[in-house]
């Protein structure tokens, strides 16, 4: 998966918990991402990172925060995890000036009970 | 045809028979097209990518055909394998990777 690690690969935790969901990267990609997949709603992008301590938000960011202090290393984390934030998670790179095209990791199953 | 984040259709076919997936875009402004398989289990995979210059693009056993007087993409699996089986999704971006929208796929099967 382009060199892409996420961790851990499955989870389950409880509501009102905080929750850190890891991407590693080896390829020196400068942009990276997270999404979630949910059934009726496909890939949803939550942050995006174009650079160490550069970050955005995306479509669906509410109760997600991110941070990038290494160029290989994207954290989401949930801050107090919820029943609907129940998802498959997945990081990706790619992207940059003319380069649209994502490299996604493998994901992340979370269960939030 | 299917639009960008609507329902999950499924397409079976013969092992060995040409598939044909199909998607169709709303933003008449988007000039990137992607098309991701992802099998069960995993992260989506990127199989061919055409930008709205084009209108057809090949690739190994895949072409994909752009027409975008009607807004619509199309993805061409020609001799479809038993490992073609996944579910197949386009994406659509006109201002980068950050605004890529994805749908929701198609469900390929393949019979024996």
């Known amino acids: 998966d382009a060199g892409i690690t996420q961790s851990p690969r499955h989870k389950v935790t409880e509501t009102g918990t905080p929750v850190t969901l890891r991407c590693h990267q080896t390829e020196n990609h400068r942009y990276m991402y997270w999404y979630r997949q949910d059934p009726g709603h496909g890939l949803r992008l939550i942050h995006y990172?174009?650079?160490?301590?550069?970050?955005d938000k995306g479509e669906v960011s509410d109760g997600y925060s991110v941070s990038r202090s290494k160029t290989e290393d994207f954290l989401l984390t949930l801050e107090s995890a919820t029943s609907s934030q129940t998802s498959v998670y997945f990081c990706a790179i790619g992207g940059g000036t003319r380069e649209e095209k994502l490299f996604f990791g493998s994901g992340t199953q979370l269960s939030v009970l | 045809g299917e639009s960008v984040g609507l329902h999950l259709p499924t397409l079976s076919v013969q092992e060995g028979d040409n598939s044909i997936i199909n998607c169709a875009y709303s933003n008449s402004a988007s000039d990137y097209f992607i098309w991701y398989k992802q099998e069960s289990g995993k992260g989506p995979q990127f199989i061919i990518d055409?930008?709205?210059?084009?209108d057809k693009r090949q690739g190994q056993r895949v072409t994909v055909l752009l027409n975008k007087t009607v807004k619509h993409l199309s993805l061409q699996i020609a001799a479809t394998q038993p490992g073609d089986s996944a579910v197949y999704f386009c994406a659509e971006t006109f201002q980068g990777a950050q605004k890529l929208v994805f749908g929701q796929g198609t469900r390929l099967t393949i019979n024996p």
């Open positions: 990172s174009y650079g160490v301590k550069d970050t």
């Open positions: 055409i930008r709205s210059n084009m």
